[in-house]
């Protein structure tokens, strides 16, 4: 168990959650869609027009198409704070119906935190994207194939040392993005914390419960997989399932003494 000192003198303390427990938060965050349907399907659409947005922005180019996955992935954490905002009005015990505005505004209440990991996560998906870049460039040089025809060709030998290399490089900024934001965003919603001890702790949660936040991010993936095999759709309601979920996977993770 972790214990970190907090400006407000409360303590962070870090628990051990078991693996069947991310069963229990899609359950709860199922129960927070109920509850509150239009407020979820309001952002499970703003992440379905996002889709379709970077699809037709990026239908060009095959490397940035390919791309679009890890984006979501990246950028998803901190797109959900509006969701977290929406279980953490549910969770109040003056309970009445969730406020849509004060959901979409709810990054005010730590601009200084929340505007550091923005730049930071903005500084990673720049990253990734050159990576991106490079790795088209060093396999096809100049032959950059169409999408289609890469997708085709995918499971063809001639091609396994590019999917290696290429998914093997997506999945460590997949998981470096998810050990630092699982918990830090909502933690910086639900208290004044600052960006780097909020990182730190996220990062400390998902060491300290390994295999329960591995079937966490696999479960996310999965969601998200759903949403971009339906042609964007199931965004509409797989997206704001994950984001009232991890709100109550953050609080089974996180307690304040």
């Known amino acids: 168990m972790d214990i970190t000192h907090l400006p407000s003198h409360e303590h962070i303390v870090v628990q051990h959650v078991t693996p069947g427990q991310s069963l229990q938060w899609l359950r709860l965050g199922w129960q927070d869609f109920r509850r509150a349907p239009a407020d979820a399907l309001f952002y499970g659409a703003v992440f379905v027009l996002m889709g379709y947005l970077l699809n037709m922005y990026f239908d060009f180019a095959p490397q940035f198409v390919i791309t679009l ?8 954490p901190f797109l959900a704070i509006g969701l977290y905002d929406i279980s953490r009005q549910l969770e109040s015990p003056l309970g009445g119906r969730v406020k849509l505005v004060h959901s979409m505004t709810a990054w005010r209440v730590n601009i200084p ?3 550091l990991f923005a730049a930071l996560l903005a500084v990673l998906v720049f990253g990734w994207f050159r990576v991106s870049l ?4 060093l396999f ?14 995918a499971f063809e030998i001639q091609n396994l040392p590019f999917l290696l290399a290429y998914f093997g490089t997506g999945l460590l900024f997949a998981i470096a ?28 949660a998902v060491y300290r ?3 329960t936040m591995l079937i966490w991010a696999a479960i996310i993936v999965l969601l998200t ?3 971009f095999a339906t042609q964007f759709i199931g965004l509409l309601l797989t997206m ?14 996180i307690n304040f003494e």
């Open 69 to 76: 996955a890890a984006l979501f992935l990246l950028v998803g």
């Open 209 to 211: 419960n390994l295999l």
């Open 140 to 153: 096809f040089e100049s032959n950059v194939p169409e999408l289609d025809q890469l997708v085709a060709s």
């Open 177 to 204: 993005v998810f050990a630092v934001s699982v918990c830090a965003i909502p933690m910086m919603l639900h208290k004044d914390v600052d960006t780097i001890t909020a990182m730190v702790t996220s990062v400390q």
């Open 225 to 227: 997989a759903i949403g």
């Open 113 to 115: 935190g929340f505007t």
């Open 240 to 253: 704001p399932l994950i984001g009232l979920s991890s709100w109550h996977a953050y609080r089974a993770l």
């Open 134 to 137: 490079l790795m088209f460039a």
